[in-house]
């Protein structure tokens, strides 16, 4: 059974309040401006002790679904306050798992839509506007226990983040309702009831955190009210990718805001800035004293200025990006950087170079043939920042490539499967100097992925799998050259197990060929894993490397669909949980130390003390005792 991967955490903040100085340009040995990075913590870290010395705090007002109250709420707020940036996000569980058995369903309402209980979109959407109403009012409350002077002013200043997963209820994914354009529909207008609602009173900033698969399978994709909010996506491994990850395409069409990452054991969040790739220009030196361009910037909210550092006088950029020169330029390099900022306080960098006077390489700089094409290969070589006729002078490469002076490349015949390479310079009339070179692969047969995978020990007597491979002509020849006996490759690519292996790595290695002199390698891995014993753990004895649950929060009831949070250790490995007939039970976040359950009991199941068996993806499984009413 697949499930989606973990999600860490809920929700951050958008950079307008978190960053002045964050870039995606940060290589990972760089340290990272303190406000650039932070946690995000809620209800399931009540009981826990808090990330220390955020960079910012982001704080869950909800205990995992609509219309509930995280009960350590002013307490997070404080210890987000305590930040290198004081200035507090929220975030907000959402779902809409329709009226049935839903006690917080309107029924009689008349603003800000005129709902008279039915399952519809004006009904939903009050259902959304109420949900922020009550989140609204649990935050103002918690602002006002910490002491806070303003605490309506405190918590329109800070960014609010709907958490849309589809771990929640939603009408889109129960079976009550089930995948149509009708229960789309409603569910997001529960989200533009939410956003309305803190549009209304003036809330800052509002995004939404979700990933795009999830995000069209809850909403059906685009929604009018809500194109081009931020976003804040999950997924990242670290932080290295969390900054990579910024250029990752935004579901709503807005700016993508942060990316959250698993940091010290905690839920992390990076700040995504402006981004801009440096570029290089060749130009001539004739053409710099006209020259002119305009920077392009991304993930902006707005018109962007820029504010140049280096790189004057030579090089002028003004307040809106058009980069000129003072006057011809004479040959060199040439660069100009700075700044960039949005009305909203999104930052990032520019960098431009111009390489004046120096001739540049322009593609096709490789290039692949099969062996019986060789013969007859020919391929133009092309440059830029040239003045007129360019001459080609080949200093290495031939016989077996030959460089003409046009910079016509050909072969001298047929050549075997193998890489060829050409180099030499080039020049024109106005002194302009420059280097080429050129690569041809002939006949390399490439393998197809994948070239490894993982198997249970119990599998592999009977295991087989068909090497595959492209760019060969015609039928292609396996030969073994290591990994035998354990594994074997016929001459058709076929890969077998020399009957049942014990846990290890195996790794069967050869080379490939075609009819016409083709040629090369494959390789593959077989991870062999052992057959995990079924280990039921106690609470009392449970070793520390094993899932051990101590105690559920909440209670199931007969009926309806409530949220469960089983209290333990070691919980990370995709669990699976199971209970008594008539109970279904959804993992809807799994924080290591704690899992949060959606479960759902049928109608007239009795009452009493039940047992949740809790199994992880390697086999190991512990039980915990919980009360249904």
């Known amino acids: 059974m697949h499930r989606p991967p973990r999600v860490y955490a809920v929700l951050a903040v958008t950079a307008a309040l978190l960053s002045a100085t964050a870039s995606l340009a940060i290589a990972a040995s760089t340290p990272l401006p303190a406000s650039s990075t932070g946690y995000d913590i809620s ?9 220390p010395s955020p960079g910012f705090g982001i704080v869950g007002v909800n205990d995992g679904a609509p219309f509930t109250v995280n009960k350590c709420l002013d307490r997070q707020l404080r210890w987000a306050q305590g930040g290198a940036n004081p200035v507090t996000a929220f975030y907000l569980n959402t779902g809409n798992g329709g009226p049935i058995g839903n006690g917080d369903w309107p029924s ?87 956003v309305a609602y803190l549009q209304s009173v003036h809330v800052a900033s509002i995004g939404f955190y979700s990933t795009s698969s999830m995000w069209q399978g809850i909403t059906g994709g685009s929604v009018d009210a809500l194109d081009a909010l931020p976003v804040w996506i999950p997924g990242a491994g670290d932080i290295v990718q969390a900054q990579a990850n910024c250029t990752l395409p935004s579901f709503t069409g807005g700016r993508v805001a942060l990316i959250q990452y698993p940091s010290s054991g905690y839920d992390g969040d990076y700040v995504c800035g402006l981004l801009n790739i440096p570029i290089t220009v060749p130009i001539t030196v004739s053409a710099t004293a006209t020259y002119s361009d305009q920077l392009e910037v991304s993930n902006n909210d707005g018109p962007v200025n820029f504010v140049q550092s280096v790189g004057a006088p030579s090089l002028v950029v003004s307040t809106t990006g058009v980069l000129t020169t003072n006057g011809q330029l004479a040959p060199g390099t040439y660069s100009a950087s700075g700044t960039t900022a949005d009305a909203h306080g999104n930052t990032g960098t520019f960098s431009i170079t111009l390489v004046v006077g120096t001739i540049v390489q322009a593609p096709p700089i490789a290039s692949y043939v099969k062996v019986p094409n060789a013969a007859t290969y020919s391929e133009q070589l092309n440059v830029i920042g040239n003045v007129g006729v360019t001459s080609f002078v080949q200093s290495s490469g031939a016989p077996s490539l030959v460089v003409s002076d046009t910079g016509l490349v050909t072969t001298s015949g047929t050549l075997e499967a193998g890489t060829y390479v050409a180099k030499g310079s080039e020049s024109d009339a106005s002194s302009g100097l420059g280097t080429f070179i050129f690569t041809l692969t002939v006949g390399a047969i490439t393998q197809n992925a994948p070239t490894s995978t993982s198997l249970d020990a119990n599998l592999t007597s009977t295991y087989t799998k068909q090497l595959t491979v492209s760019r060969n002509d015609g039928p292609v020849t396996f030969v073994q050259t290591t990994g035998a006996p354990p594994l074997a490759v016929s001459a058709s690519g076929l890969l077998t197990t020399s009957g049942a292996l014990a846990a290890g790595a195996y790794t069967v290695r050869g080379a490939t060929s075609d009819q016409h002199g083709d040629k090369g390698k494959f390789v593959f891995t077989l991870n062999v894993t052992a057959t995990p014993a079924t280990t039921t753990t106690t609470l009392a004895t449970s070793p520390p490397a094993v899932p051990t649950a101590t105690v559920v929060k909440g209670y199931a009831v007969a009926g309806k669909t409530k949220v469960l949070t089983i209290v333990g250790t070691n919980f990370f490995g995709q669990p699976i949980v199971l209970s008594h007939a008539g109970t279904t039970v959804v993992v809807t976040r799994d924080t290591g130390r704690a899992l949060t359950l959606r479960v759902r009991v049928r109608a007239r199941s009795r009452r009493g003390v039940f047992v949740f068996t809790v199994t992880f993806s390697n086999g190991q499984t512990c039980r915990v005792r919980y009360v249904q009413r």
């Open 43 to 51: 209800w399931p870290q009540c009981n826990s002790v808090f990330p």
């Open 108 to 194: 009689t309402q008349k603003s800000p839509k005129v709902c008279r209980g039915a399952n519809s979109v004006p009904c939903a959407y009050d259902y959304g506007w109420n949900a922020g109403v009550a989140s609204y009012a649990d935050v103002v409350q918690a602002e006002n226990l910490d002491g806070v002077a303003s605490p309506n002013v405190a918590a329109i200043s800070s960014p609010w983040w709907l958490d849309v997963e589809t771990g929640n209820a939603w009408e889109t994914k129960v079976d009550s309702y089930g995948p149509s354009a009708a229960s789309a529909a409603n569910d997001a207008a529960m989200l533009e009831g939410e």
